[in-house]
């Protein structure tokens, strides 16, 4: 009997062991689940699974920047009602996402959101959405309208467009919208960055009357945009605010543009500008080798009607969907990196963090005439000008204007500026030294003044005569873009400088011999890039005496040609440099020696097999993006 109540007893243990096995079994496969979410807090970081359709755990109040950046699997997500949050570049480049609800309780939505989401054909946006960063819907390809609740306030879709509620802002021009015609609607004061990026479908662009200036990169990397037509008493063009339009034929600006920044049209290869005799985009045109007419090209009358398409223009906050027709439509910003590309910028979207810096042609620098740029929000600048005062501050010259005015005013004859920049805090360093007479109703723009010890941004740009060039001596920085597209053959960089910028020698089709000092600290993105050096030592044709990895100046390892899974970074390098990893696919794991202490933008972009790295005891800084695209998230190495 003892027998028997001993097998019995065993065989109720292992049945007990049997259920605790399964339910362990089974809350692992669980656990492994909740393994593909890193959580922080109740912040989404990073989703390293590869599902197809993704539930969010309810317990998520903000999807985090990048969290799910280059998945090229997730098809759909249901986000909670618990989220409040989309943020910067969260689903960029998810490739095969088609569909998304941002439910109610959602309230911002950050740059670049679903930048390159080019599946992306169907968005409902909640009723309580109602800060909107810039590029969100960038390089949607695929996306034509969204559909925006009843209840919404803050925002308003009209004819293949996104406003914000009152239709003063133009938040984006959707990439696929239906129509070969946008009129701006006349409520629109402001346009946003990268508002028009990849219009795939529009071919002519009406500016309302009521915009003040066209921002930086708002009508850039327009697909198919044919003609731009801005109207008074728009003031200014911003930096690089029409570029890269590679279909771009005219342009017609008003006399009321004072100020256009000289990077304004980069990379729009063949266009005119149409303008008045004399008039400041006259100047700019013939002083940049752009040609200028002064008689428009032919347009569709109701194109050119400012009225075009008004009576279908919504209530302000009416979001419902109303018939589009091609010849009416009148619808309506992180560190290193940028909400879109751009031809200055290393990253994604995110210029991520929006600087207001431009370059300007100056008009009649010695009569303070408007140069720099305008000001929002203010009043529309009347035809005569009001004198600024300006002053020489920290190697910058300081230009305080009235307020009330719709001005900001030339430096002084004679000083070459390079940047202009709002700064405030320029103008309380002046008030307390007593410099300036700064008034309740001033503020301040100040230009940072080219140094001696600088070659200047562009100073040999395109400049297909020059074969070679003397660096001096007293040189410690080769700005952006110094001799991009020029004729050099080589080049002997001298020992006192300590840093080459964005794009410093990119595409010098010619370069095929550099020389790179140990003083060298910094190399900005694509600085080498489409040249013969470069391209002879990712082909073999150079050798290296660190084998794969080229690394120059002070330890900075500028690119990589290998093809291994599991990378060795040598232990001369102190800083992995942009993009060198770009796009390597077969890593797996990297191992960073102790002497690495910077990893710069983009370094490990789109390795989207990268789980792991090892080392990286003396890591200082991990620039934003630099793990963009892979299963690592910068917040790893947040202490």
Known sequence: ???????????????????????????????????????????????????????????????????????????????????????????????????????????????????????????????????????????????????????????????????????????????????????????????????????QNTKNVKVSSKVAAIPRQAMSSMGSVENVVIQEPTAGIGERAIANNANLKQVVIPDSVVSIDKKAFSGSPEFKICTSKSSAADTFGKENGIDVIYKADEYPDDFMDSNAGMEQKPNVGDSADTDETEDSQTPDTVDETSTAPDDDNSGSQNDTGDKNENNTTQQKPSEFESTAKYIHPLDVPEKDNVLGKTVIVAGKAVVLMDNRKGQVYGIPDGTEADVVEESTAEAEKQENSGKTDKTENSISVSYELNKDDSIAQRKFYKQKDLTETQIEENIKTIGRLAYAESGLKSVVIPENVTEIEYGAFMSCANLKDVTIPDTVSAIGTKAFEGTPWLKDWRDGASDSEDGDFLIVGDGILLAYRGSAEHVEIPDSVKQIGSEVFKGHKEILDVAIPVSVEKICAEAFRNCSSLTGLTGCEGLKTVVRGAFYGTQISEDDFKK
């Open 1 to 199: 009997m003892k027998r028997l109540h001993i097998a019995i007893a065993s065989m109720v243990l292992l049945g007990i062991l049997v259920l605790v096995t399964v339910a362990h079994g089974i809350g692992g496969v669980a656990a492994a689940e909740d393994d593909r979410f890193r959580i922080k807090g109740t912040t989404l970081t990073k989703y390293l699974g590869t599902d197809t359709f993704v539930s969010v755990p309810d317990t998520v109040s903000s999807i985090g920047d990048e969290a799910f950046s280059g998945n090229e699997t997730l098809t759909s997500i249901e986000i909670p009602s618990s989220v409040e949050q989309i943020s910067y570049n969260a689903f960029k480049n998810c490739t095969a996402l088609k569909s998304v609800i941002l439910p109610a309780s959602v309230e911002k939505v950050g740059p670049g959101a679903f930048e390159g989401c080019t599946a992306l054909t169907s968005v409902q946006i909640g009723a309580h959405v109602r800060a909107w960063g810039s590029g969100v819907f960038a390089n949607c390809d695929s996306l034509a309208k969204v559909t925006i609740d009843e209840d919404n306030e803050y925002l308003t879709y009209y004819n293949g467009a996104i406003y914000n509620g009152n239709m003063t802002m133009l938040y984006q021009v959707l990439p696929a919208r239906e129509g070969e015609n946008y009129v701006m609607p006349e409520t629109v004061e402001n346009i946003d960055t990268y508002a028009f990026w990849n219009l």
